[in-house]
């Protein structure tokens, strides 16, 4: 079995978590895309190896989400004070070595295979915001409700 994961997000502040990467950039392209949820799909992942499922499968949770759509859920869940501008595709172009590819992957046969297994995960707008949550109540509880000076700082700050 192949899982194809795709801009990975985590509960957590790690360095590889795409939520962890984006909120450091001061600016960002607002693009939608297909994203994996960490939380809802490592069990799925289980329960499809458990079912002895086959094949390519893209491991993402279904819809596409914008960047924008994930910064203003974190504005407003975990940090109320944060702030991001964005920039074109052409502009993002002219700063890095490699372009960036954005896309919507087709989560049908991920969503059949997962019915058969008996397992449900969310549409990536729902997952997301409840990752987020997640998110806000693991920094209550490792700093408290003064969590905020324990967030990635942008590039430009570091």
Do not use: W
Not at 19 to 25: A, D, L, S
Not at 54 to 81: Q, R
């Amino acid at each position: 079995m192949i899982l194809r994961v795709r801009m990975p997000i985590s509960d957590d502040l790690a360095p590889r978590n795409f939520i962890t990467k984006i909120v450091r950039y001061d600016r960002v392209v607002n693009v939608p895309n297909s994203m994996t949820v960490l939380t809802e799909m490592m069990p799925a992942s289980v329960a499809m190896a458990e079912a002895k499922l086959t094949g390519i499968y893209n491991f993402c949770n279904p819809g596409a989400v914008s960047h924008n759509e994930i910064l203003d859920m974190y504005k407003e869940i975990v940090d109320p004070n944060f702030t991001y501008e964005n920039f074109t595709i052409e502009q993002q172009n002219k700063i890095l070595e490699a372009k960036r590819s954005n896309n919507e992957l087709d989560a049908t046969k991920l969503m059949a295979a997962l019915a058969e297994c008996g397992v449900q995960i969310n549409e990536i707008h729902e997952a997301c915001r409840l990752c987020i949550g997640r998110m806000r109540e693991g920094l209550i509880a490792e700093h408290g409700e003064n969590y905020h000076d324990k967030l990635p700082k942008k590039l430009s700050q570091s």
